[in-house]
């Protein structure tokens, strides 16, 4: 089969054409920070206006942009670090918080960055996204925090001390320097959400920043002080409307199962032959049958097994897949206690999976609690389908 597509190429290139104009479009607009107005040459140049489609927020703050096209604030030359981008020329750096003041100055410990954007269209209620962003912590920093993230809004918003915003995405800690890491999520849109808004969002009072590495050497550097990230090419394509997922019923050999219909010659193996969990398609969540956990825990039952099996086999045959591993609740109890079990349950097949020998780079996961409910939590049907793990190939 494979040979047969490559014969396609050859002798059909207007159906690589074809393929290629029914890729995803990203919402975000110029998520690769390309698009500038002014080659920057100084600091803060996100505040004057030297991006396109991206303002500060508030507008007094001072983000940072740096392009191959200046000598002094390129990637591979600034101030704050040398990295290349990840896609393109250009990228951003944002001061998420102050660690300590040089001068004992209190006030600026309150200061932090944030950039926002229009998407390309308003996104969809109930409807399920998947975002995607680069992100690298300053070589020269000493200050790491966790919860960076990304806030989905209907209107603009006004970023300041005296609020605190709940982001559909956050990171966990992120202290990794001088390479760029992935950060894959998923959100559901209430919907008419129109704007992105980059950064940190808990309130001050929350000790999210710590020290971490200190060095001398670097210590007149702008960003030691600080916890200075860099961002790249961020993208929200559309994932799903909630559409019931695949069930894990394995198939039995001899397998009869019905190949995709439209096959546009970018398919990948495990697109066109059947798995245990039948024929995948990327982003499409597949639940884990019978991946079960102690009452109120994320213990797993030794019964889980069987099913996670499953799923080893495949990422060992398949060795190109990433997925990404979701954790739901029904809404019984607390919300914020439910979003901690569904995490919690998330990280426990991820554990698993890399105790038997599958890289973490493969491997993301995340909870949602009861905010993706497949049935109607008031019945105790409802319940049980709604209390789950999934799983989805990532499409990239």
Known sequence: ?????????????????????????????????EDYQDCPDAFGSVRIGGLKYWKATPPDCTPDYFHQCSKEFSPKNNPCGNLEAQEGKGYLGLIVRVGESPEKNTDELFYREHVQARLREPLKSRNRYIFTMYISLSEYSCFALSKLGAYFSKHPVLV?????????????????????????????????????????????????IRKIDEKPEHKQRFSYHRAYYFFDNLSLVWLDALADPILADPPQPPYKLTAPKELTGFEKPWQLEPTEFGYLQPNKPIILKNVLFEFGKAVLLENSKKELNKLLRLLNEYKEIKIMISGHTDEIGKPE????????????????????????????????????????????????????????????
């Open 160 to 208: 300041n001390d005296k609020l605190e915003f709940r982001p559909q995405i956050q990171t966990d800690f992120m202290d990794t320097k001088q390479k760029w890491v992935k950060i894959v999520d998923t959100l559901v849109a209430e919907g008419d959400e129109q704007y992105i808004t980059l950064g940190e969002f808990s309130s001050f009072s929350k000790k999210d």
């Open 1 to 33: 089969m494979l040979i047969f597509l490559r014969y396609i190429f050859l002798f059909l290139p207007f159906l690589v054409c074809k393929a290629q104009t029914k890729q995803t479009p990203n919402f975000i607009i110029d998520g690769s920070f």
């Open 337 to 396: 206690d439910n979003l901690k079990l569904s995490d919690a349950r998330a990280k426990a097949v991820h554990e698993y999976l890399i105790k038997n020998g599958i890289s973490e780079n493969r491997l993301f996961y995340r909870g949602y609690g009861a905010s993706q409910p497949l049935e109607n939590n008031k019945t105790e049907v409802g319940r049980k389908k709604n209390r789950r793990v999934e799983f989805f190939v990532i499409d990239e």
